[in-house]
């Protein structure tokens, strides 16, 4: 049975939805302090999972998360870790290069997390789901039924329509994570917003991560895809101080990924392509594109 957590917001308001903060406390604090410039209330900001991962600060960034109460689903590597599995539950071909770095770096994050942390990280709920005026909103990892599921923008209709159930009818946007790229697209009349990463590039061959911003003005959402710039020199430093492996802490200095194997061919394609940030708006009863 799925954990599920609601909320409800009336008021007018931003809401941010970032994920993939990858053990990058660098990211994570530069992140805040943005929002913290924007005024943007720490209630409003909500985690689509994958906390920890390839970075230097494992606990750093529990530690941050915890201090500023944020709002987060589970990610599958905080899943495994909490029920003390051997892996990162990403699924990889056994023996890629993918596989074998992240024996690396699931056991230097694993190694670090106490038992507080892992109480504190099974408070996480699967899926939250979000009223913000007259719409609905659903926050999963990797899709409504399967938290390791890769789905990418160019992801067949099918892949998304699979995961998505009859007791999902009244959802009017749907916002995952997991991927590590960003995108925006839409499912039947549903808006599915990937979030990208906030601890890593999304292979677009700069060093931005990436995170989401939705408004409310009147029956009209307007998304927005937003790049966050950071000292991303420290963390590879960091990282290489922990004995992490290079190819990531080299992956945060050229913006591209060591590895391509979870991509379809299109996204290889789109590698060091720089991403541009995006603004769309959907019609709640009358969904429309811009
Ligand atoms: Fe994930």
Known sequence: MKKIRSFNFENHKKLIFFGGVYSNAEAFKAFLELMDN?????????????????????????????????????????????????????????????????NQWYQFAKNQIDKKDKEYLSTFSDLIKIRY????????????????KYLFNSSRPEEFEKTIDQSLSDIDIIISG??????????????WINTGALGMPANDGTNRTWFVELNQEGTTIH????????????????????????????????GLWPSLDILPEKEKDQTA?????????LIINNKDQQ
């Open 38 to 102: 924007e005024e943007v209330s720490m209630d409003r900001l909500f985690h689509s999972g994958d906390l920890l991962a390839y970075c230097s600060s494992p606990k750093e960034v529990i530690q941050l998360i915890k201090e500023r109460d944020i709002n987060s689903i589970l990610g599958n590597v905080e899943q495994q870790i909490v029920q003390e599995k051997s892996d990162c539950g990403c699924n990889f071909n056994e023996g890629s290069l993918c596989d074998t770095l992240s």
């Open 133 to 148: 005026h007259q719409s609905n909103i659903l926050l999963c990892h990797g899709s409504p039924n399967q938290i390791s």
């Open 273 to 281: 392509i720089p991403i541009k940030e995006f603004k769309g708006k």
């Open 178 to 191: 997991h991927s590590g790229i960003p995108f925006c697209r839409f499912i039947n009349e549903k808006l």
């Open 223 to 254: 998304y927005q895809l937003r790049s966050l710039i950071y000292d991303f020199e420290k963390e590879a430093e960091l990282m290489r101080q922990n004995q992490l492996p290079e190819q990531y802490a080299k992956a945060l200095e050229t």
